[in-house]
């Protein structure tokens, strides 16, 4: 493994002749996702992945609030059925192609067929009313449909076309040049781009394996490498380099089943016997103490959460409360009929022990170990937790065996995918722990129905402080993302808390870098 890190490292430096040198090229590990290429909006990209490829209408600004990126102008109809957006007039594709009304059109509507990670089920229409205009009419009110907009990167009409994804030929900040998928990408600045364009003529981000970030940073070969928590926490210096350390929104959460066993009408498993009482649920949730854990999963490297996103998202709830209580969790089962009458450390109740499995994400180590942190945590209350590693293809189907989620946007999206009744065994991933409480279903109803942004926030917020007192997901922590930088390459805040995206995110603003004098 790490031979084959080390040879990408020395044809990267063939290619530069000397990154640190030139000042004008630069090399960079930026976690897996960097590299592993399909970078089609049409098809998911940028829902769960950041995309310096493409634009968008709107963009997460400062503090995550939505800002107008080609959109130079909105109107919303009162009834919240029809939004209508100017485009900018110098926007282009990477070939100069220009971009206009008819590319967002085609873009959204191959987007809403390909059904991927971009909702648009609301979506009823999208026409271009001329050149620069284009008006998209919904089937109903849905609040955050303009975030969606944020997620769906425009491509072209005239170019798109089988494999777009791994050659794509967007307005963004840059375009690739060459490319080995799932080892390195070459870029280059995309010289018909509209916004700040990047000093640096060429940018070689490689794939790094975990193990061998350090020795790679080590080399002198690159300028910026994503790196695993347990290294950042050991604080061990890197000649020439710097270490830089971003907290992100994204919640580490496990969803708890509120149903007992069963079968779904797909046949499909659904519901846990145990996490179904909400006594265990509970006593989770105050007993266990996320600082500790963050200190256990994450070697210190994240903080504490309560809630989806952790507090810093606008239209989440900030809510926290003293955990670690764990005399009044062990309350909470035994007046629940949960004691251990055998002597064996496990609960029992009317013949069924406090015992459960949960799955954390083979390839994401973060979320493995949380889960394996918390079963630890659960011994003294006499729960027993199994933790068991599994590829995410199987750990996600979790209606009945929980899983560790990684929950957070800058949209409420993730609310309703995963809290709303109408979600329950809706797809692969649609409300895991199959929560159902009439009361929040209508607060979201009002929510999407909402006519203003403070209206809406109001709304979502009441909704998650209601079902959290349900425990359907255990939130856990946001974890921190960790970087080594080379000394010299100036790196601009976001002017907002980023998603934690497995180290990708970091290269959200990558245009922006320079080199200080």
Known sequence: MKKTVFAALSLAMALLCGTALAKDEIVVSGGDNAVAGKFDPVRGYG?????????HLLKAGRDNLLEKDLATDEKVSEDGLKYTYEIREDAKFADGHPLTAEDVVFTFESTKA????????????VRALDGRTVEFTLSRPWSFFPYILSYVGIVPKHAYKEGYGDMPLGPGAWRIVDFQIGQQMILEPNPHYYGKKSPFKRVTILKVDDDATLAAAKSGQLDFVFIPAEFA???QEVPGMKLLTLDTFTSLAINLPVIPEGVSSGDEKVGNNVTCDPAIRRALNVGISRQLLV?????????????????????ASKRTFEDGRLEEAKKIL???????????????????KAEFTIKGRSN???????????????????????????????????????TCWAFGYPSPSDFYLYYHSSQINKGAVGNPPSYSNPEVD????????????????????????????????????????????????????????????QGGAGLENLNEWSWSE
């Open 47 to 55: 829902v769960w992945a950041v995309d310096i490829f493409h634009c």
């Open 114 to 125: 390909a059904a991927s990670a971009a909702d648009l089920s609301m979506m009823e229409s």
């Open 233 to 235: 926490a050991t604080k």
């Open 295 to 315: 200190d256990q999963a994450l070697s210190g490297m994240g903080k504490p959460s309560f809630t989806i996103g952790g507090g810093w998202l606008p239209w």
């Open 334 to 352: 035994e007046d629940a009929g949960w004691v251990d009458s055998d002597g064996d450390g496990i609960r029992e109740k009317d013949g069924l």
């Open 364 to 402: 994401d180590m973060p979320r493995y170990n949380v889960v394996v942190a918390v079963a630890e945590s659960a011994k003294a209350l006499g729960i027993h937790i199994i933790p068991q590693s599994a590829p995410w293809v199987e750990a996600r189907h979790a209606r009945a065996t929980p």
């Open 442 to 501: 209508a607060l979201i109803d009002r929510a999407l129905r909402a006519t203003s942004q403070e209206e809406s926030d109001r709304l979502w917020q009441q909704a998650e402080e209601l079902a959290d007192a349900d425990v359907p997901f255990l939130y856990v922590a946001c974890p921190q993302d960790n970087y080594l930088v080379r000394d010299g390459l100036t790196i601009p805040p976001l002017g907002r808390v980023k998603s934690r995206n």
